[in-house]
């Protein structure tokens, strides 16, 4: 969730070859590069959608409808959800980004290097970092799952929903940075959505 700009570079054949495996998607191999934002393998389902546009399109109106059905269950405003979507990833099913940052945090999870790196990556259409999956039973592929997804990052705008004080506007601005971490970048990260979610309940006016 931390938006970090990183060189493009592909990783290593036995890298890929791992994360093919991990995905387990049939023969179908594993092309991962590191830039700021890249794409996974396709799940069992989508390669039934012969089209990438196709597969895109739906996909992502599945992780916004699919985030307005479930996060009000948690608490958390669907116009809430629908920003941090926005600014997360667009809605894209296949968005990863690697933060090298928590690696520190990641090999306390597993010894497995290509693991490593998956856990400290924000994965899916709502970014959620891979440790968080150990937190609720899973294991960082199941965040692939745009339910799965979905679901977990509810949960988690939920518990900082919970912790934020003051007025709701504070409040929001308080969820939205605990969701994207602490520290300077978090606060630029508050602020920015809060800007977006301001524009977004305007735009959601009846015309004057």
């Known amino acids: 969730m931390l938006k970090r700009t990183v060189s493009k570079k592909k990783i290593t054949p036995k890298q890929s070859t791992a994360a093919s495996r991990i995905f387990a998607i049939g023969t179908v191999a594993a092309s991962f590069v590191f830039a700021a934002t890249y794409e996974i393998p396709r799940s069992a389902e989508a390669k039934a959608v012969t089209k990438k546009s196709?597969?895109?399109?739906?996909a992502v109106k599945d992780a916004y409808t699919l985030a307005?059905?479930?996060?009000?269950?948690?608490?958390?405003?669907?116009l809430?959800?629908?920003t941090i979507i926005d600014k997360e990833s667009g809605g894209r099913p296949d968005?990863?980004?690697?933060e090298k940052s928590q690696m520190e945090r990641a090999k306390k999870i597993t010894r497995n290097s290509s693991e490593?790196?998956?856990y400290a990556s924000s994965i899916g259409p709502m970014q959620v970092m891979g440790w968080w999956a150990p937190q609720f039973g899973m294991t960082w592929n199941d965040l692939v799952d745009v339910r799965t997804n979905v679901e977990v990052s509810c949960r988690i705008m939920a518990q900082c929903m919970s912790q934020a004080r003051g007025a709701k506007s504070e409040k929001f601005r308080q969820a939205a940075?605990?969701?994207n971490g602490s520290g300077p970048q978090a606060e630029k990260y508050a602020d920015n959505f809060m800007r977006r979610l301001t524009a977004k309940a305007l735009d959601s006016?009846?015309?004057s």
């Not at 968005?95 to 690697?98: L, N, P, S, V």
């Open 177 to 179: 940075k605990c969701y």
């Open 205 to 207: 006016l009846p015309p």
């Open 80 to 82: 809430f959800v629908a």
């Open 54 to 58: 196709e597969f895109h399109d739906d």
């Open 116 to 118: 490593q790196t998956m």
């Open 68 to 78: 307005s059905e479930t996060c009000p269950k948690y608490g958390v405003p669907s």
């Open 95 to 98: 968005a990863i980004r690697f």
